[in-house]
């Protein structure tokens, strides 16, 4: 990330790796809750639909978590927490971790990576991080999605079952399912993300609006979140959509797609987008933060350690 002063020791590639992975499980922590509601929210049309009823269950995003927390209980806005921490762990870690070393790969090596460059190497790092982590994105949608049933069962017994079930039941590929959007999401939301943050405090640091500190990377992340919410919004409803589908309901995910808007119209691929803006601002904000804190905790305990006294 830009921000460094020549007297700067730059953190290392192993440092970003664990940082990223780290804050990102901390922003997940803090803003689960509103993933649950997204995810809710944008399978709505898909149940009703699949009922032949039309009454809507879930309206807005506080409402949706009222509702959860009336009807299946508070432990429900957290369902799948455990797969979305290991999805962070691994997905994170890779796409942001990686991306700083990618735009030096793209550029050989220099420091002045343009705008093509900052895109190429979100591209990758997010296609990177789908191709490692594509299971435990499945299996986090699948627990979000999941609603109590009647006689007080689930669809899956635990983080491990799911596993094993989707394996069994639909075959290892089922693990991969909507691999392909989720490549085209991430690459997406990467760039967005990780681009406008990277622009933003560049800005703020050239024209000395503030000083590189929290509330520099405040600022930039709660832009990032805005901008990514409104790039990648179509893309995550599909990708949810057909993630979270039985099999054989869609032939691909532009099959998907193409039923969200025969049925549903335009607006349905914006649905959830006030619980995704609330998300991905807040996560943004609390993981780059957190990022950045953690990047310079373990870039100064290292220089502790190696020079004692």
């Known amino acids: 990330m830009v921000g460094m002063k020549p007297t700067d020791v730059a953190p290392s590639a192993a440092t970003k790796f664990f940082g990223a992975g780290t804050a990102a499980c901390v922003a997940d922590l803090v803003t689960f809750p509103l993933d649950t509601a997204k995810v809710r929210l944008q399978i709505q049309g898909e149940s009703q639909a699949a009922q032949g009823a039309n009454v809507v269950k879930y309206r807005g995003v506080f409402g949706t978590i009222t509702t959860m927390v009336r009807t299946e209980g508070p432990r429900s806005l957290y369902n799948g927490l455990v797969a979305g921490l290991q999805r962070q762990m691994s997905f994170a870690s890779v796409r942001i971790g990686l991306y700083d070393s990618m735009k030096q790969f793209y550029t050989r090596g220099s420091e002045n990576a343009g705008i093509v460059v900052r895109l190429m190497a979100g591209c990758t790092t997010g296609a990177m991080a789908v ?41 290892v590929r089922g693990l991969w399912k909507g691999c392909m959007p989720n490549i085209t999401r991430n690459a997406i939301v990467n760039c967005a993300e990780l681009v406008t943050y990277d622009i933003i405090k560049e800005l703020i640091l050239k024209y000395d609006l503030m000083t590189d500190n929290l509330p520099c990377h405040f600022t930039a992340g709660f832009g990032a979140g805005f901008c990514t919410t409104i790039v990648a919004s179509p893309v995550d409803v599909v990708k949810t959509r057909y993630m979270n589908s039985a099999a054989g309901q869609y032939g691909s995910a532009i099959h998907c797609a193409v039923t969200m808007l025969t049925n549903e119209g335009p607006t349905a691929f914006y649905k959830g987008f006030m619980p995704s803006f609330l998300r991905l601002g807040s996560w943004n904000i609390v993981m780059f933060v957190s990022y950045e804190q953690i990047k310079r905790g373990i870039t100064r305990a290292q220089q502790s350690w190696e020079s004692p006294f």
């Open 131 to 171: 191709a490692f982590a594509q299971p435990t994105d499945v299996v986090k949608v699948r627990f979000q999605a999941q609603v109590r049933l009647a006689d007080g069962g689930k669809r899956y017994n635990g983080t491990l079952d799911a596993y094993r079930t989707i394996a069994r039941d639909e075959g």
